[in-house]
Each structure stands twice: as C-alpha cells, then as structure tokens.
C-alpha cells in the first residue's frame, strides 16, 4: 500500500508563487519517478514536472523557467516551486509516483491563480 500526501495549495494572485509539498509512505521502491500533474476543469490531466530517484528532471513546456521540482528521498518527498504564477496555471494537482510500471496518485490540491 502506497500512500501520498499533499500540501501547499491555495489562491494566489498572478505574478505569484507556491510550493507543493508531497510525502509518500508504504512499500516504495528505491528506484522511482515522483512527479506533479495537474488538471483543469473540461482539461485532461497533464504533467508539470517530475524527477527521478537519480536526479533526472523532466518539465512541461508550459511552466519552464517558472517552476522546480525537487524532492529529498530519504523522506520520500517531492516538492514543486510554481513561481510567476499565471491564471492559466489554476488546476487540482496531483501527486505521483511511479514504480515498477504502477502509478500512485495523491488525492490533489486546488491551485487557483486570481487576475
């Protein structure tokens, strides 16, 4: 059993920044990929960044050079900086690991970027 835990979501006014914060527990391989996706309303679900166990990084076009991700494997935690926040960033987004060809997902956190 695989669990994720997020944090850090809210309403924030465009030009501003959040950190997404995700704690993952139960029996988790060494060798994995966490990463962030999100998904706005009639919109499918779509990556914003992921990292590897070993450090490889991976961002969508649309928040490169506004966003990190990074994550603290002893802690089985990843983080995703979201800065210069746009209106078209407003999404639930939700958490992920992936291991020996599963996915686990978060419950999501709402992210709204007011005008």
């Known amino acids: 059993q695989v669990q994720l835990v997020e944090s850090g979501g809210g309403l924030v006014q465009a030009g501003g920044s959040l950190r997404l914060s995700c704690a993952a527990s139960g029996s988790i391989a060494r060798t994995n990929t966490m990463g962030w996706y999100r998904q706005a309303p009639g919109k499918q679900r779509e990556l914003v960044a992921a990292?590897?166990?070993?450090?490889?990084?991976n961002y969508a076009d649309s928040v490169k050079g506004r966003c990190a991700i990074s994550r603290d494997n002893a802690k089985n935690t990843v983080y995703l900086q979201l800065n210069d926040l746009k209106p078209e960033d407003t999404a639930v987004y939700y958490c992920?690991?992936?291991?020996?060809?599963?996915?686990?997902w978060g419950q999501g956190t709402q992210v709204t970027v007011s005008s």
């Open positions: 992920n690991i992936n291991f020996w060809a599963d996915n686990y």
């Open positions: 990292i590897t166990s070993g450090g490889t990084l």
